[in-house]
């Protein structure tokens, strides 16, 4: 796959994309190719994107109410935040 080398980045340009990055849980790389590609088809990310989405929607409706659990919400919810991977830190 071809690669594309970035030079002279303004500071704050730098920043704003490491923090779009982190938002959008990407790598900056990505966050750069994902910005590009909207911004080359008119502010429309991929249509194969938008359907991804959709279909993924759809399949939390489905799911959404169906989940059952044999504790109380509270111990469920000690076992779900033992389990969870260090990742960001959120506030909950």
Known sequence: MP???L???PDELLAALRAAAERDRRSV???I???LDIALRGGQP???HAADTEAQ???WRKLAG???SDVGPATETKRIMKRR???REVDL
Request: aromatic residues 4%; proline residues 0%.
């Open 3 to 5: 690669s594309l080398t």
């Open 7 to 9: 030079k002279n980045l």
């Open 29 to 31: 790389t990505q966050e």
């Open 33 to 35: 190719i994902h910005l």
């Open 46 to 48: 991929l249509a194969n």
């Open 57 to 59: 929607v759809a399949a």
């Open 66 to 68: 169906k989940w059952t």
């Open 85 to 87: 991977t260090k990742g």
